[in-house]
């Protein structure tokens, strides 16, 4: 009964020979192309699927457009870029998979990632890893902490900082106003309120009510009750992409509220903020950037749409920003001869002084810690179907 | 082929691997485990953690809704409960890791037992429906108190082991896969006990059950209780793995993906929970490097990630239709092959 114990001869053979091909597999770093020998890598964990899709393929094109045009350019300093994105759907633990498998498979130097979790997640292998400049989707407030996040920063102003920009706006146009918040009920939304709140008493406004609304709600005429009672001038709207805000704005005018409206990064695109229909109208908010159709002078702006005829987002515009910005950090550190490490990248991205990005701000920026305090108060025009400029650019 | 295989005494009867096969594979299973991490380079390593603490959630599951037959939307709730317990325990407290794991596991095991309560009352689909509400108390008990850190959540500092950081995913497999095995060891064995068929007596008539003398509340609650226990300690394993818990690490599609996964693997055994946990991690990252294979680069990468999660979707589907036992009968049909061969039934 040998057969019961021991299996057939040429079975083991190629068990044997399966378990070698596994073995062999493992141990090759899946690097199957290795990258060109003097290659400027940037890496993506973008949320291609997902919730942020409509995100993450802006941010995507974006990059790949201004990889493109550097690398049509020849390069920085004779050496190509290569452009690594891959998907992760939004979800931290596939985001730090692919920052494994990217950085495995290549020398990695700058890299987009998707979410405030995941920029928290990764941080101590950030440190770990030493060589990487990191920027992502998320303004959290948390991240602009160059203490903590040394090898981190934001490609825009942090959510305080935005909040900071329509209060600032707010206080000239109306000293002394009511200013109300609503925001939702998660990280996102939570973020700015405190510091925020503080900010405007420091300005001279008032905050008569902060509205939370939980996460998904969709019903929120209670909400719309409470806001009504305490008549602010300016609503402030935080923490949400598009929904509740129609509503709320609906039927806000509809029980005769006078309150001028307002919203954040995630809400002002182009496309969301007409999304709106009839509430559109004269919906305002703060923008770090300009917007694909905007005609005053820019330069990049001209070129972006020489390559894309149809409307980029403004997740395209932060993609683009967000690729300038690594490469000329890149730039400038070999420039001054230094090695590509994170450190000396985040040096060379600091030492941005009046940096022009070709109109895609409007005014030069310079980036001392980790964000980009600029931007600009735009109100939507629904007849022209236009987000429109109500203010000059504020730098805080 | 294997014939033969009498058995002469009641302990060699409930053996869990009886052959010298199966011992001879399960010793070459056991050299891999330990080589693995050396020749493994970091992403594998990190993958191989990852699905070292689904196996372990899913396990859970399974003896939950494979063995009991009692439908929970809860799991990632406990884990979450596990993950948070051992997070403060470590930076509040900064004491050591297995304690911390061990608490993280009772307390998951507590709210288990709480979330339980209804299923004396409550059977089949409408259960699921009240374990949903774990999940949402869970979120708001994490969300909105200043101990859990509120929406900001918590970060650990490594988990510190005879001197030594556990920060890379090479060390915290040590810490994982052992944890994990001692687990699955622990529910294979607990269904060769007189708990373990009570469980089943219950999944397949509970009226029958009671009558037949098994007390419904103790063991009902008793498997709850067992199932979020190995929540928690996977939830925990997940905390010292990640280092950042957020009341948004833990939703209810994790909860959905663990069941996804004990059905797609087969409920009802613990081969089932292993291949359904391994299935529902790894094939989304298979599809990726196959994705990586085609030429196109990263133009192409915005088209096709849509379509792999298209394929991921019909895969389960595919399975189910074609194997509604899952991925374990699958497995066994498999080894049947072997075992018969040269015949053919």
Not at chain 2, 93 to 109: E, F, I, Q, R
């Amino acid at each position: 009964m040998d057969q019961q114990h021991f299996s057939h001869p040429r079975r083991n053979f190629m068990r044997g020979a399966a378990a070698a091909a596994g073995a062999a597999a493992l141990t090759h770093p899946l690097s199957v192309l290795a990258q060109g020998a003097e290659e400027i890598v940037i890496g993506g964990s973008i949320p291609m699927t997902g919730v942020f899709a409509f995100a993450g393929v802006g941010i995507n094109a974006g990059i790949q457009d201004y990889v493109k045009i550097i690398n049509d350019a020849g390069g920085i300093k004779g050496r190509k870029v290569k452009y690594v994105p891959e998907d992760t759907g939004y979800k931290v633990d596939v985001s730090v998979a692919t920052f494994k498998k990217i950085t495995s498979q290549n020398k990695v130097n700058l890299y987009y990632g998707d979410s405030t979790g995941f920029s928290k997640t990764i941080n101590p292998e950030l440190e770990r890893n030493g060589n990487i400049l990191m920027a992502g989707a998320s303004f959290a407030s948390e991240l602009n902490d160059p203490k903590k996040y040394p090898n981190q920063f934001l490609v825009g102003p942090d959510y305080t900082e935005m909040f900071s920009i329509l209060l600032k706006h707010i206080a000239k146009e109306k000293p002394g106003a009511k200013v109300a918040f609503v925001y939702s009920d998660s990280e996102f939304g939570r973020d700015p309120i405190e510091k925020s709140e503080a900010e405007a008493k420091r300005l001279g406004l008032s905050v008569p009510i902060k509205i939370m609304t939980p996460a998904g709600s969709v019903d929120v005429s209670t909400e719309v009750i409470k806001l009504r009672r305490a008549a602010p001038d300016y609503t402030i709207f935080h923490g949400y992409i598009l929904a509740p805000i129609p509503e709320f704005i609906t039927q806000g005018k509809q029980q005769g509220m006078k309150s001028k409206w307002m919203g954040t990064f995630w809400t002002m695109d182009s496309s969301t903020v007409m999304k709106m229909g009839e509430a559109a109208d004269g919906f305002m908010g703060v923008m770090p950037y300009r917007y694909y159709y905007d005609t005053e002078k820019a330069p990049m702006l001209e070129k972006i749409r020489a390559m894309r005829p149809e409307y980029q987002s403004t997740a395209y515009m932060q993609g683009f920003l967000a690729a300038m910005l690594f490469l000329e950090s890149a730039k400038r550190c070999l420039d001054g001869n230094k090695p590509l490490t994170g450190a000396n990248l985040k040096a060379a991205l600091n030492s941005l002084k009046d940096f022009d990005t070709g109109g895609l701000i409007g005014v030069p920026i310079t980036i001392s810690g980790n964000s980009i305090p600029v931007g600009r108060v735009y109100q939507a025009d629904v007849k022209a179907q236009k987000m429109v400029a109500a203010s000059d650019w504020i730098k805080l | 082929m294997r014939i033969g295989t009498l058995k002469e005494s009641y302990v060699a009867d409930a053996a869990l691997f009886d052959s010298r096969t199966q011992h001879a594979w399960l010793a070459i299973a056991a050299v891999l485990l330990v080589l693995f991490p050396f020749i493994a380079s970091d992403y594998w390593l990190y993958l191989a953690c990852l699905v070292a603490i689904n196996v372990a959630s899913a396990t859970g599951l399974n003896i939950l809704t494979g063995y009991t037959g009692l439908v929970s939307l809860g799991q990632a709730a406990f884990m979450g409960l596990g993950a948070y317990t051992v997070a403060i325990l470590q930076t509040r407290y900064g004491t050591p890791m297995l304690l911390n794991l061990l608490a993280g596991g009772v307390v998951a095991m507590l709210g288990g037992i709480i979330v339980g309560i209804p299923s004396l009352r409550v059977k089949g689909l409408y259960l699921a429906i009240a374990t949903i509400a774990a999940s949402f108390i869970a979120h708001f008990l994490f969300a909105n108190f200043e101990i859990t850190g509120g929406t900001a959540g918590l970060s650990l500092a490594p988990a510190r082991v005879l001197g030594m950081d556990l920060d890379t995913s090479f060390r915290l497999y040590w810490l994982i896969v052992p944890v994990t095995v001692l687990m699955l060891l622990g529910a294979a064995n607990l269904f060769r006990t007189r708990i373990g068929r009570a469980f089943i007596a219950i999944r397949d008539r509970d009226i029958s059950a009671e009558v037949l003398g098994i007390a419904l509340l103790r063991y009902k609650l008793l498997s709850f209780g067992l199932s979020s226990f190995y929540a928690g300690i996977a939830g925990g394993l997940w905390a010292y793995f990640f280092r950042v818990v957020t009341p948004e690490s833990f939703p209810l599609s994790m909860s959905i993906f663990f069941l996804a996964a004990i059905i797609v693997g087969g409920m009802g055994s613990i081969l089932g929970g292993i291949l359904g946990a391994v299935f529902m991690t790894m094939v989304p990252e298979l599809l990726k490097l196959l994705v990586d294979l085609l030429p196109g680069g990263a133009s192409l990468a915005v088209f096709l990630s849509p379509v792999r999660l298209v394929i991921f979707g019909a895969l389960i589907i595919g399975f189910l239709v074609f194997e509604p036992l899952g991925l374990a009968e699958v497995w066994r049909r498999v080894r049947r092959f072997f075992h018969l061969w040269p015949f053919r039934n």
